[in-house]
């Protein structure tokens, strides 16, 4: 099984900040990444999928980055609707595998 | 709008069965690969299992590989998934998940459920 491992566990961040989050594959995964992003008590919801394409409906303050094995989720300008916890998942082979989270709070 | 709405959640002893559902609507069911992915009280997201458009084909975690069944009937455009041999650590809220139509997109989940709870314990 691929391993997704993210970096970091968690952040503290004010709003307007620029976040960035790491996610690495212990085998090369071409560029099958997708990221989610999960709020307290509720579904994940798709952000970006093949590593930087954002999906429909997502505002444009998100970004991905990355092939092979290193990827990187950034947020420009972080807002109040963004505290929450980011996942890596890599579509690449079966199991699909997620990273452990990378939980963004308020500072 | 995509919608999927889970069922049959609720308590069970070890050793026990369920049997979650997912209704879908508002895309063409029948093209599009299904998922089940779970998440266990404060920790992190966790595939179960996948079943192609067809249902042909479907793929398990070793985790619950010959305990678990997922299956689909798409003249109902619904999602199951056969729990059984239930353990303590199947505990979750088990979510179900829209892939893509084919290929490496089948492991990729555009839309989610909102979670159903399956609690294991005596």
């Known amino acids: 099984d691929i391993q997704m491992t993210q970096s970091p566990s968690s952040l503290s961040a004010s709003v307007g900040d620029r976040v960035t989050i790491t996610c690495r594959a212990s085998q090369i995964i071409s560029s099958y990444l997708n990221w989610y992003q999960q709020k307290l008590g509720k579904a994940p919801k798709l952000l970006i999928y093949d590593a930087s394409t954002l999906q429909s409906g997502v505002p444009s303050r998100f970004s991905g980055s990355g092939s092979g094995t290193d990827f990187t989720l950034t947020i420009t300008s972080l807002q109040p609707d963004d505290f929450a916890t980011y996942y890596c998942q890599q579509s690449y082979s079966t199991p699909p595998t997620f990273g452990q989270g990378t939980k963004v709070e308020i500072k | 709008e995509v919608q999927l709405l889970e069922s049959g959640e609720g308590l069970v002893q070890p050793g026990g069965s369920l049997r979650l559902s997912c209704a879908a609507s508002?895309?063409?069911?029948?093209?599009?690969?299904m998922s089940w992915v779970r998440q266990a009280p404060g920790k992190g997201l966790d595939w179960v299992s996948t079943i192609i458009n067809s249902g042909g084909s479907t793929y398990y975690a070793d985790s619950v590989k010959g305990r678990f069944t997922i299956s689909r009937d798409n003249s109902k455009n619904t999602l199951s998934l056969q729990m059984n041999s239930l353990r303590v650590e199947d505990t979750a809220v088990y979510y179900c998940?829209?892939?893509?139509?084919?290929?490496?997109?089948?492991?990729?989940?555009?839309?989610w459920g909102q979670g159903g709870l399956v609690t294991v314990s005596s």
């Open positions: 508002g895309f063409t069911f029948s093209d599009y690969a």
């Open positions: 998940a829209k892939g893509g139509t084919s290929g490496r997109e089948k492991r990729r989940f555009d839309y």
